[in-house]
């Protein structure tokens, strides 16, 4: 008898669950059914921010790109996750309005009809055909077209400025060793001694109408433009005159 028994207990036990199972049926599937509707609007908000998020970029990106003389860009944008739906349209802002290059972070916010922030990463190059030593220039090195080259090069990162003609290069100095295929800032350059220190210069002097040459020696070294200190050697006197070409300088009486 007790295996009878034990037979219709469990029996009972499987009827109780078949109907438990069916009783919460409407139940499951209607919790099942409003998870599935929430994630959908999710992804949907979340797609909809992307594309205005991008269409942000794009808009400022491009702005700033022509600023710079370029129409050459790539905006890399990180994808959004879990943005949740906003009545109005998504209020956004660059951590960097005024030069939006390089590593960038877009603030989002909502106010309707939940307030909810969230922040977007992008990655933004700007590219640029830039002046590339061609070959190692030494120090010192007066440099000639034929030293440089051009390089399709990203300027987002480029910190203390860039040439974008070999003409501007013509006739400056390197400062220090470029190697071969190293874009050329303004710091690695200067303008060459046209005058050193001790050098016989021809003083170029002005008399109100009238004009005169006469021998002097420098006492400082100079660049074009630089004013230095130079003894006249008929006179032994000391005067400022500004550096004008190499060992020549001109001074006003």
């Not at 909809?48 to 942000?56: G, L, N, Q, S």
């Not at 790109?65 to 790539?74: E, N, P, R, V």
């Not at 003409?167 to 071969?180: E, M, N």
Request: proline share 4%; aromatic share 6%; net charge positive.
């Amino acid at each position: 008898m007790r295996p009878t028994i034990k037979r219709k207990c469990h029996f009972r036990s499987e009827i109780v669950l078949i109907a438990s199972l069916i009783m919460g049926g409407g139940f499951l599937t209607s919790t099942v059914h409003a998870a599935t509707n929430h994630i959908e609007q999710v992804t949907e908000a979340t797609a909809k921010t992307e594309r205005a998020v991008k269409r942000y970029l794009k808009k400022n990106v491009r702005r700033y790109a022509a600023t710079l003389g370029s129409q050459d860009y790539k905006i890399t944008l990180q994808p959004l996750s879990d943005i949740p739906a906003c009545d109005a349209p998504v209020s956004q802002s660059l951590s960097d309005p005024q030069q939006p290059a390089g590593r960038l972070t877009i603030t989002l916010e909502c106010q309707k009809p939940t307030y909810w922030k969230a922040r977007a990463k992008a990655e933004v190059a700007i590219y640029r055909q830039l002046v590339v030593a061609k070959m190692t220039l030494n120090r010192h090195q007066e440099i000639t077209p034929k030293m440089l080259s051009m390089k399709r090069s990203n300027v987002a990162y480029l910190r203390h400025g860039y040439f974008t003609s070999k003409q501007a290069l013509t006739g400056l100095t390197s400062r220090r060793k470029i190697v071969a295929g190293k874009i050329i800032s303004p710091r690695m350059v200067e303008l060459p001694e046209l005058v050193q220190r001790n050098d016989g210069v021809l003083i170029e002097a002005k008399f109100g109408k009238m004009n005169a040459t006469m021998k002097g020696v420098a006492l400082e070294s100079g660049v074009k433009g630089d004013s230095i200190r130079v003894r006249n050697l008929s006179s032994q006197k000391e005067i400022y005159a500004i550096i004008v070409g190499p060992q020549k300088v001109r001074t006003n009486f």
